[in-house]
């Protein structure tokens, strides 16, 4: 059954990036299957010669199984983009299996380049994003099998499993390369360090409180 839903959800979201206008510049050309071995640098990745094109470039078998969730976060992204497909090169779309164990989360991240649709095939997650300045204004909603959700391109969200066993879900990018930045990664986690006197002062901790939270990043 989840197989099926799978395949639903595929289908139903290539015919809205069909019906839209990606987000990423429209292709010129059928398809421009990335050359990974080019040292060409382009906003993208340069085209293969069609020639040695071939139906491998487009397939994935990735998606069967779940990745390792044994991390921090108890969750884990399995995604299917240009590295491992060459064919998606230009297409504006990025597709990644997420799966969760029960308490599992991802953290508060965004998107630079894409707007994100979530689809939950198994079990109940919680997603929800931030708007931004000036009402910061939360919306979430708690997703069942069959649900799905958009998250606006840029916003700070996140999703947690709140079903008492594992949740399986696939998130859809409309872009080939919509970026990710994990917001107490970005923070904390800053190389150089940012100053822990201005955190201090910016998130109203104490200065020890933010030393701590530095060297878990």
């Given at each position: ?45 340069p ?9 491998d470039?487009?397939f ?8 390792n969730t044994?991390?921090?976060y108890?969750?884990s ?5 240009v ?11 990025g ?17 630079p ?68 930045s ?20 910016a ?8 030393e ?6």
């Amino acid at each position: 059954m989840a197989q099926s839903s799978f395949f639903f959800c595929i289908l139903a979201l290539g015919f809205f990036f069909g019906a839209s206008y990606a987000f990423d510049p429209r292709p010129l050309q059928d398809f421009c299957v990335a050359d990974l071995n080019s040292t060409v640098r382009v906003n993208g990745l340069p085209c293969k010669d069609p020639a040695t094109v071939t139906a491998d470039d487009f397939f994935f078998r990735g998606f069967k199984s779940a990745g390792n969730t044994s991390n921090q976060y108890s969750s884990s992204v399995i995604p299917m983009n240009v590295a491992r497909v060459p064919g998606l090169n230009t297409l504006g779309l990025g597709v990644a299996r997420l799966d969760f164990l029960p308490g599992g989360y991802l953290p508060p991240h965004l998107h630079p380049r894409g707007t994100e649709i979530l689809i939950v095939l198994e079990g109940r997650l919680e997603a929800g994003f931030v708007t931004s300045y000036p009402n910061y204004k939360h919306y979430s909603k708690i997703l069942e099998k069959g649900d799905a959700f958009v998250i606006p391109v840029g916003l700070v969200h996140y999703f947690r499993n709140i079903a008492d066993r594992d949740t399986v879900a696939f998130g859809v990018v409309n872009s080939q390369n919509a970026g990710i930045s994990v917001v107490p990664n970005a923070i904390f986690g800053a190389k150089p360090a940012i100053s822990s006197d201005y955190l201090s002062k910016a998130f109203q901790l104490d200065k020890k409180i933010v030393e701590e939270l530095q060297s878990k990043f």
